[in-house]
């Protein structure tokens, strides 16, 4: 027998991000043979893509579509997911570990009387209906697996890049349900007045399968341009250690760390980067990673799957020059 789980769909102005469709893929593999995958969609205008996550996974859809649902408002999603669980009665939520996710999550757990698992790397089920989950801990010092315990309900945040996610099949079938919500003027006592896009990233951090990063070794900030090149020509995202975000010279938005973005792409390439214990904790459960750093005794060679003892002036224009005649091959 398997878990019923339910999925939070996460969907930013009608797009859905790469790690909803991982996080199906998870529920999909923890539901077993017995088990249903349920997923709650909430917004305004997106019932129209309701069958799109059954194609990737969910055997029901609810389907909350109001616009008083736009833009997102933690009370009230939290409200749509809590209506959803109340229909569905699922032993396991999964929320992806995004801005959206990690804000969500504590206040349905709340509402449900349950702790949260999260930044969970792996989930699995062990006998007794219970979860091992593996997550990063002390800064990435350790990976620990911890199993839950007590009654399900589980609410559990995935680390985006964790597990790898399914191909759309467009022969399944599911049921999609809507859920009927009643706005509360109680759930709607804050609300989104703008919201400001940030400019100059084309690739999302989070959701990125390539991210090339610089670091205080690239000596001033004129010299991240190469960190950009790099990045454009191989349709990567732009990351940055802290300390070069500290010294003003790129968005604290582009940086990798426990006080930035937690990332596990395919490839990660640190340029320049020493490889502080913050800076690992964001980004060493990537798939592959690549470093660039005159010092051998530098910490980022001890997590590297191929290490380049090197001056990042000379090796980058070689990298940038030799990916471009890639791409044109």
Same mark, same amino acid.
């Given at each position: 027998m398997?878990?019923?789980?339910?999925?939070f769909?996460?969907?930013? %102005? @009608?797009?859905?991000k790469?790690?909803?469709?991982e996080?199906?893929?998870?529920a999909?593999t923890?539901s077993?043979?017995g088990?249903k995958v @349920?997923?709650?969609l909430?917004?305004?205008? =997106?019932? /129209?893509?309701?069958?799109?996550l059954?194609?990737?996974?969910?055997?029901r859809?609810y389907s909350a579509?109001?616009? +008083?649902?736009?833009p997102?408002?933690s009370a009230? !999603?939290?409200r749509?997911?809590?209506?959803?669980?109340?229909?569905?009665? *699922?032993?396991?939520?999964?929320f992806?570990a995004?801005?959206?996710g990690?804000? &969500?999550?504590?206040?349905?757990?709340t509402?449900l009387g349950v702790p949260?698992i999260?930044?969970?790397?792996?989930?699995?089920?062990?006998p007794?209906d219970? &979860?091992?989950?593996?997550?990063? #801990?002390?800064?990435?010092?350790?990976?620990a697996?911890?199993?839950?315990r007590?009654? *399900?309900?589980y609410v559990?945040t995935?680390?985006?890049?964790?597990?790898a /996610?399914?191909? *759309?099949?467009a022969?399944?079938?599911?049921?999609i349900?809507t859920l009927?919500?009643?706005p509360?003027?109680?759930?709607?006592r804050a609300?989104i007045?703008?919201?400001?896009q940030?400019?100059g %990233?084309t =690739?999302? &951090?989070?959701e990125?399968e390539?991210?090339?990063?610089?670091g205080?070794?690239?000596r001033a900030?004129?010299?991240f +341009? #190469?960190? $950009?090149?790099?990045?454009?020509v191989?349709g990567?995202a =732009? @990351?940055?250690?802290?300390a070069v975000?500290?010294?003003g010279?790129?968005?604290?938005?582009?940086? =990798?760390?426990?006080t930035?973005?937690?990332v +596990?792409?395919k490839?990660?390439?640190?340029?320049?980067? +020493?490889g502080?214990?913050?800076h690992?904790a964001?980004?060493?459960?990537s798939?592959c990673?690549? /470093?660039i750093?005159?010092?051998?005794?530098?910490?980022i060679?001890?997590v590297?799957? !191929?290490?380049?003892v090197g001056?990042?002036?000379?090796? #980058?224009?070689? #990298?940038?020059?030799e990916? $471009?005649?890639?791409?044109?091959?």
């Amino acid at each position: 027998m398997g878990f019923d789980v339910l999925v939070f769909a996460e969907q930013r %102005q @009608g797009s859905f991000k790469k790690s909803l469709f991982e996080s199906l893929s998870l529920a999909r593999t923890l539901s077993g043979g017995g088990g249903k995958v @349920g997923a709650v969609l909430v917004g305004s205008g =997106v019932a /129209a893509r309701a069958q799109e996550l059954i194609q990737r996974g969910a055997d029901r859809v609810y389907s909350a579509d109001d616009p +008083s649902l736009d833009p997102y408002n933690s009370a009230a !999603y939290a409200r749509a997911v809590f209506a959803a669980f109340g229909e569905f009665h *699922p032993a396991v939520l999964l929320f992806p570990a995004t801005a959206m996710g990690r804000d &969500l999550a504590p206040r349905v757990a709340t509402r449900l009387g349950v702790p949260v698992i999260a930044e969970a790397i792996t989930v699995e089920s062990v006998p007794g209906d219970r &979860l091992a989950v593996r997550k990063s #801990m002390y800064g990435g010092k350790v990976f620990a697996t911890v199993q839950t315990r007590g009654e *399900p309900p589980y609410v559990v945040t995935v680390r985006p890049g964790a597990c790898a /996610a399914s191909e *759309p099949d467009a022969g399944r079938t599911g049921e999609i349900q809507t859920l009927a919500i009643t706005p509360d003027p109680l759930a709607m006592r804050a609300r989104i007045a703008e919201v400001l896009q940030s400019v100059g %990233q084309t =690739v999302d &951090l989070q959701e990125a399968e390539i991210v090339v990063s610089g670091g205080r070794g690239l000596r001033a900030p004129e010299n991240f +341009s #190469m960190i $950009r090149n790099l990045a454009e020509v191989l349709g990567a995202a =732009v @990351g940055a250690s802290r300390a070069v975000v500290d010294a003003g010279w790129i968005d604290h938005q582009h940086q =990798v760390g426990q006080t930035g973005t937690t990332v +596990s792409p395919k490839l990660y390439i640190a340029c320049g980067i +020493s490889g502080a214990i913050q800076h690992l904790a964001g980004m060493r459960t990537s798939g592959c990673i690549v /470093a660039i750093n005159r010092d051998a005794e530098a910490p980022i060679f001890k997590v590297a799957d !191929y290490g380049i003892v090197g001056d990042v002036f000379e090796v #980058m224009p070689i #990298m940038i020059e030799e990916a $471009r005649k890639m791409r044109s091959s």
